[in-house]
């Protein structure tokens, strides 16, 4: 029995040492056919993908292989636990903030393009809209200490705004063709909506990013955007009036009745589907909103409009911009092959493609007269576009989470504007002590 | 020979040892050491801040203290509420009753699903609005008590009692098999000799049933608190997140460090603290268990 139990043992081990020597097989037997490895995110564009893939290899005889990791969040681990483990695909797509990205880009894991995109007088750099490009730019002297430099290929552009339903407009009585431009306006019809027994404005502000993006919005709109990044450098305090301002807007808008009941422990998937359903008069969602609605409801009539001003000293600003980017793997042997791979997945053909199948507004922008009308309402605003990536500096982490946090408590009636200005100042003055 | 022997045991063993090692050891060192130091879980340099991470946890993270408390309230009402329905449940099903089996089916199915699903389906339940069907509302109107209708899960006073009592309600299955499993192992002739001696049913309870479950207890307990201090999932499920503060949890905390704010050296310091705050809570456990059974 012990004799047999000590070949079952040798067995088994030979047969680990087999096992782990089967990646090194595949690879080799791999090397006949080139293939390109991409890792992405977006459920939504999965087939459109494959559908170039294929395109691409009859047209190249080089595989393209699309990777599909979601959710976003597990996404972005596995990217990460892959650049630890030096097994990142040749292409992939970075969803952090751009102090992560720059410190994917320091640890040597992403391509500059900068060269690639100046050939031919820049022509492949002139193909894209300058806002979709900012975000994988790095500029000289920039705050991340990157050397400048272009370091991603933006696949799509995006604009986060407000959307209104057409109809329930009508059944409230309003104009359809008027919707609400300045915050008192916006205010002015809750009580409306109050009484009609509707859902005034959706958003998925559980996930607390996206409280962040309408408070910035309105941030840029009160205060302008020289004050903004100057209390991220700790010039200006939270506790300055224009910032009490910001955060007593959310306010305003829960005593409105404007937001919807349980805004705060809502995902953007809900918020969708009660847009969608013709539940709620508003949402704040993004263009990839286009693609969702239309696959839960295709008759949905709305509009698109920026946030309405609540200032009339700056103008209203959205965050935009590259909507998502391929970042080409610096350490990869395929790293030619994959630029040229990207050059022709980001011409003005296959984006109209993806535009069409996926209605996603288009990072080429030859291709923009092509695109659905509803689509077009959010390119337009690409011009009022703003980005924490494309600022040059970044807020603390801590203060962004408490920033977020404080408007939920604030919704919430637990804290008022200047509690929460004052406890954000307090996190945001401990932080610059430590960076000092 | 007996060389040969002893290397022959070493060998037997060696597989498990090396998937120990490389799974378990590996990382748990790892995440002692990344403790020490800031780091962002890409750039392969870090900065070492000794016990700067574990000093901000303590002192300047109220956060941080907040998800401990709210925690240790889940925890409290699984301790008693979900425990005691287990244990009630489970004392019903060890006696002659009708479709026993069928209620040992029934209620093991909580504890098998899905915590997101379990999540979003009470979600749904609860909301009262355009998000969900308000059955608790409805039937609170229909038991004609309206003053107690309120938005459970989006109003902060409820908000982390919901949570709890979900929670309760998922778990009260593992409880009940584990005081199931107990209840059978104690001897039926302590039960039929304690008739003969003229005891009644809440005798017998007491003073055969009760301690001859000390250890069974314990043994819940102690898994109803490393498993309900590490609940986040079923959180995410009902409110989406944290609810400004009033549904955060450790691991929530832990995941928005490494996650959202990059900051994977102090992530590793909270789960360290954290760790050691469950060995504590388990350890005071089993002690207070001992004296109890020697008293």
């Given at each position: 029995m012990r004799r047999l139990l000590f070949k079952f043992s040798i067995l088994f081990s030979v047969f680990c040492f087999l096992f782990s020597a089967l990646p090194g097989c595949a690879k080799?037997?791999?090397?006949?056919?080139?293939?390109i490895t991409v890792w992405h995110w977006m459920t939504d564009r999965e087939p459109a993908f494959q559908e170039l893939a294929s395109r691409y290899e009859a047209e190249t005889g080089i595989k393209i292989n699309f990777e599909l990791y979601a959710p976003s969040d597990a996404y972005s681990q596995k990217v990460r636990a892959a650049a630890q483990g030096a097994n990142l695909p040749d292409v992939f797509g970075i969803l952090d903030t751009k102090k992560d990205f720059a410190s994917f880009v320091k640890a040597g894991y992403v391509l500059n393009l900068a060269s690639y995109m100046q050939e031919n007088n820049n022509s492949w750099k002139n193909s894209f809209f300058d806002k979709a490009l900012a975000v994988s730019?790095?500029?000289?002297?920039?705050?991340?200490?990157?050397?400048?430099?272009?370091?991603?290929?933006?696949?799509?552009i995006m604009t986060i705004q407000m959307v209104y339903n057409k109809n329930l407009f009508k059944q409230l009585g309003l104009d359809s063709k008027k919707p609400p431009s300045t915050f008192q306006e916006l205010i002015d019809m809750g009580k409306l909506i109050k009484s009609a027994h509707l859902v005034g404005m959706v958003?998925?502000?559980?996930?607390?990013?996206?409280i962040d993006c309408f408070a910035n919005n309105y941030a840029f709109n009160i205060m302008g955007k020289d004050k903004v990044i100057a209390t991220i450098k700790g010039l200006v305090p939270y506790t300055d009036p224009d910032w009490i301002k910001v955060l007593g807007l959310f306010k305003d808008m829960q005593d409105a009745g404007i937001l919807s009941d349980g805004m705060i422990a809502m995902v953007n998937k809900t918020a969708e589907q009660l847009f969608a359903t013709e539940k709620s008069v508003f949402a704040f969602n993004g263009s990839w909103c286009v693609n969702v609605y239309k696959g839960m409801n295709p008759d949905l009539d709305y509009g698109v409009i920026l946030p309405p001003k609540a200032s009339e000293n700056f103008p209203m600003a959205i965050w935009g911009g590259a909507g998502s980017s391929f970042m080409v793997n610096a350490k990869s042997e395929n790293k030619e092959e994959a630029v040229k791979f990207l050059r022709w997945f980001t011409n003005s053909n296959q984006q109209a493609y993806l535009s069409e199948v996926t209605n996603n507004l288009p990072a080429n922008k030859e291709?923009?007269?092509k695109i659905p009308e509803v689509l077009a309402q959010f390119a337009k605003s690409i011009e009022y576009a703003t980005h924490p990536n494309v600022w040059d500096v970044s807020e603390f982490p801590t203060v962004i989470e408490a920033l977020d946090k404080g408007i939920q408590s604030i919704i919430i009636g637990e804290k008022t504007p200047q509690q929460v200005a004052f406890e954000v100042q307090k996190i945001k003055e401990r932080e610059l002590a430590k960076k000092r | 020979m007996r060389l040969k022997s002893t290397l022959e045991n070493y060998l037997f063993i060696l597989p498990a040892v090396v998937i120990f090692f490389i799974f378990y050891v590996i990382p748990f060192l790892w995440v002692f050491q990344l403790g020490f130091y800031n780091w962002d879980g890409i750039l392969p340099t870090k900065t070492f801040v000794g016990l700067g991470n574990f000093k901000d946890i303590i002192f300047n993270d109220p956060s941080w203290w907040r998800s401990i408390r709210n925690a240790g309230f889940i925890t409290f009402i699984a301790l008693t509420l979900q425990n005691a329905l287990a244990f009630l449940l489970a004392w019903a099903c060890d006696r002659q009753i009708r479709l026993k089996n069928f209620y040992r089916l029934i209620f093991f199915i909580p504890p098998i699903l899905s915590e997101l699903v379990v999540g979003m389906v009470w979600g749904f339940i609860i909301r009262d609005n355009p998000q969900g069907a308000g059955l608790i509302n409805r039937g609170l109107v229909a038991l004609g008590l309206p003053n107690l209708v309120r938005g459970w899960l989006s109003d902060k006073s409820t908000v982390l009692t919901t949570v709890a009592l979900i929670h309760s309600w998922k778990g009260f299955g593992w409880g009940f098999l584990i005081f199931l499993a107990g209840l059978q192992t104690i001897p039926r002739e302590l039960y039929e000799a304690a008739k003969v001696d003229g005891a009644n049913a809440w005798q017998s309870f007491t003073k055969i049933t009760i301690p001859l479950m000390v250890p069974v207890v314990v043994l819940a307990a102690i898994l109803t608190v490393l498993g309900t201090m590490q609940a986040f999932v079923l959180i995410i499920g009902l409110v989406g997140g944290e609810f400004a503060g009033h549904a955060s949890v450790p691991v929530l905390r832990i995941l928005a460090s490494m996650r959202y704010s990059s900051r994977f050296g102090y992530a590793c310091s909270q789960g360290i603290i954290f760790g050691v705050i469950l060995i504590v809570v388990s350890f005071m456990q089993y002690r207070f268990s001992k004296k109890a059974r020697q008293g």
């Open positions: 080799k037997e791999g090397m006949a056919k080139k293939t730019e790095f500029s000289e002297g920039n705050s991340y200490g990157v050397l400048p430099g272009i370091y991603g290929v933006p696949i799509d958003s998925g502000w559980g996930e607390v990013w996206m291709c923009l007269n | -």
